[in-house]
């Protein structure tokens, strides 16, 4: 289990890699060679996956880099893009957890244009920049077990959905007009036709929790909003099941953890 952080050292920003064993008690620095080796431009780590059944076989996204490593996060080595490119620093991934040799990767670029790409076996299959209009950004993917081809992805401003894995694209929710960010999607392990989707707005420090729910794949949608909770800024989403439970997982801006148990699924 591994965690990543970015510190100060020397007026620079170093990005660092750390370790537990025991379950998140204690850590410490993991060496690494991620981001580079010019601190004037070293990329700090933003997200990461391992490939199942392969510990040592991992995938990291930078500023606008997606990098692999076979010892198990030692050494680092691009496959897309370069370090040190300028782009915002946040990129989120996805691999395809029953196609392994497929990633889906997405940001924002230097000119606030959201990109998505597609990658298989290490190598570019296709990319967008005008996917969704712009400015925008992704902010989640989420692949679907039961069907590998479908993929959901979050951006400022919309949800969209692809069945054929990226050769058309369907608007699920549309909230630009809002300056809505899908940080948040899940899928229930116990029926892929529900589909669970929460929004942070922008510059809204105070905003009600809201979750959206659809038991039709997207296709329709309803809204239950929580006003006990004030500040309901969703900037993840978990689903765990539990019996004929769907018990739902929300990081919140400034409002710590929310738990949201579905029940009768």
Do not use: C
């Amino acid at each position: 289990m591994s965690s990543v952080v970015n510190l100060k050292e020397n007026e620079g920003l170093v990005s660092k890699l750390y370790k537990t064993n025991d379950t998140g008690n204690t850590w410490s620095v993991f060496e690494s060679n991620f981001g580079g080796s010019d601190p004037r431009f070293r990329d700090g780590l933003s997200d990461f996956e391992e490939v199942l059944g392969h510990p040592n076989h991992l995938y990291a996204t930078g500023q606008s880099v997606i990098a692999k490593s076979l010892d198990r996060g030692k050494t680092w080595q691009p496959i897309w893009g370069e370090w040190g490119m300028v782009a915002q620093p946040s990129m989120n991934m996805a691999l395809n957890p029953i196609l392994p040799n497929e990633l889906w990767v997405g940001g924002q670029g230097p000119i606030e244009n959201g990109y998505l790409v597609h990658l298989k076996n290490d190598r570019e299959e296709k990319s967008w920049n005008d996917l969704v209009p712009n400015p925008t950004v992704v902010k989640e993917i989420v692949i679907d077990r039961d069907n590998p081809q479908t993929i959901y992805v979050g951006w400022e401003g919309e949800l969209s959905k692809t069945t054929d894995n990226g050769k058309t694209w369907k608007t699920l929710i549309d909230r630009h007009a809002e300056s809505h960010f899908f940080f948040g999607i899940g899928i229930s392990p116990g029926n892929s036709n529900i589909i669970y989707a929460a929004k942070w707005k922008k510059a809204m420090e105070r905003q009600i929790l809201e979750i959206y729910h659809s038991k039709d794949k997207g296709l329709t949608w309803e809204t239950t909003a929580f006003p006990q909770i004030a500040r309901g800024g969703v900037w993840d989403l978990k689903v765990i099941r539990s019996g004929n439970q769907d018990r739902l997982y929300l990081g919140l801006d400034k409002g710590g953890i929310a738990e949201v148990i579905v029940d009768n699924l």
